[in-house]
């Protein structure tokens, strides 16, 4: 089966998983008219079950798992890509909906960057450059990612 999927497989991984895993258009309505709502749905057990979101994470999860080999560096450079075209961009342009995915997908592989060199010596780093910044009244701002 992965002989099958293979060729298609950074298709599939970034232009279709990876865009599943990104805060979207629902996200952002379910944010603007009931915030509680759309922080209970993000623990509810239940809803993991039809998510979208969810099924991308254990698609993610579990290529690493058993043909991370090739994968994981191709995945995890996509993933600084997005935070380095971030930090790059102007405010005004800055695709805030791809680093939210990128950082869930930073959650989601944790334990495997933990233990891989050369992320493991890289993570703390790379946590504190994309969460926290310096706001224009000076003060630090935490932006709690969803790990």
């Not at 293979?6 to 979207?24: A, K, R, S, T, Y």
């Not at 509680?36 to 623990?43: A, M, P, T």
């Not at 099924?55 to 994968?71: H, M, P, Q």
Request: proline share 5%; glycine share 4%.
């Amino acid at each position: 089966m992965y002989t099958l999927l293979q060729p298609h497989l950074d298709v599939l991984l970034f232009e279709i998983i990876f865009p599943l895993m990104c805060f979207n258009n629902d996200d952002q309505v379910l944010w603007d008219e009931d915030p509680h709502e759309y922080v209970r749905k993000g623990y509810d057990i239940i809803e993991d079950l039809y998510s979208s979101k969810t099924a991308s994470i254990d698609f993610v999860t579990e290529l690493v798992r058993k043909r991370g080999k090739g994968n994981f560096p191709k995945f995890i450079q996509f993933i600084v890509g997005i935070f380095n075209r971030y930090g790059e961009a102007p405010l005004e342009q800055k695709p805030y909906r791809q680093k939210d995915g990128a950082l869930l997908a930073v959650g989601t592989l944790c334990d495997k960057l933990r233990q891989t060199e050369p992320y493991k010596s890289e993570l703390e780093n790379m946590l504190v450059q994309t969460c926290f910044f310096l706001s224009s009244a000076a003060q630090l701002v935490i932006l709690e990612p969803r790990f």
